[in-house]
């Protein structure tokens, strides 16, 4: 059950620069979306989020912009600093208190 | 900042054995989740638990497994009887009020590893 996913396995990133993280789903029920960043052993921290009323939300370093016509989201760190290296999932709910559905995530490495 | 706190951090057991994994949810939160990963797999539900009952539950989540939330504070899930495939990290979330600013953000904690031999 793949609704959500997240193509690109790992992506490396020189300091300073721009990080595109993307993310794809199936679930047209899906309303919510979230990121989320982890370390190893420990647990998802929340990055952001967006609901589907909105096409893009901004905090500080941290832009998500949403297409809903493709199902597609997309995280955008800018610019990349060394502490953001760490594995961000994507996560979808329908909404409320529902369910996440998580991506498989994506391992960033920022390089100095 | 309030967090979600998790004990044991690390839980080993031999096949067959009894589990049981706390949680303490961030004060206030009305909503509770719990949710495992496979070591190199994604984060998947298990349950979620809203006004002392069970809302959903995943095909994951048998006759095996039972949450519990046995006071005002502590949420624990409990595992009868072991397998080896329930090796993972197990995380517990907590989802905040009508009327915060993030209303529909899980906020997780730092996991249980369990080991079963």
């Known amino acids: 059950d793949q609704q959500v996913k997240q193509n690109s396995p790992s992506l490396s990133v020189q300091e300073g620069r721009i990080s595109i993280l993307n993310c794809d789903y199936t679930?047209?029920?899906?309303?919510?979306f979230l990121w989320y960043k982890k370390y190893p052993a420990e647990g998802p921290t929340f990055l952001i989020s967006?609901?589907?009323?909105?096409d893009k939300n901004e905090d500080g370093r941290f832009t998500v912009f949403l297409n809903k016509s493709a199902k597609h989201l997309s995280l955008h760190i800018v610019p990349s600093q060394p502490g953001d290296s760490a594995v961000y999932f994507c996560?979808?709910?329908?909404?409320?208190?529902?369910?996440?559905?998580f991506g498989q995530g994506t391992r960033l490495t920022i390089n100095p | 900042e309030p967090e979600v706190t998790q004990t044991p951090s690390h839980q080993v057991t031999q096949m067959g054995q009894e589990v049981i994994l706390r949680c303490v949810p961030i004060s206030n939160h009305l909503y509770f989740y719990w949710y495992r990963q496979i070591l190199g797999q994604k984060v998947e539900f298990l349950v979620s638990?809203?006004?002392?009952?069970?809302?959903?539950k995943s095909e994951i989540f048998d006759d095996q497994f039972s949450v519990e939330r046995p006071d005002g504070s502590n949420f624990t899930l409990k595992i009868r009887s072991t397998k080896l495939e329930d090796s993972a990290m197990y995380f517990c979330?907590?989802?905040?009020?009508?009327?915060?600013?993030?209303?529909?953000?899980?906020?997780f904690g730092p996991g249980t590893r369990l080991t079963v031999l």
């Open positions: 679930n047209s029920m899906f309303d919510y």
């Open positions: 979330a907590s989802l905040g009020l009508a009327g915060e600013p993030t209303t529909d953000t899980q906020y």
């Open positions: 967006i609901s589907s009323i909105k």
């Open positions: 638990f809203y006004n002392n009952e069970i809302s959903e």
């Open positions: 996560a979808a709910s329908e909404g409320g208190a529902q369910k996440l559905v």
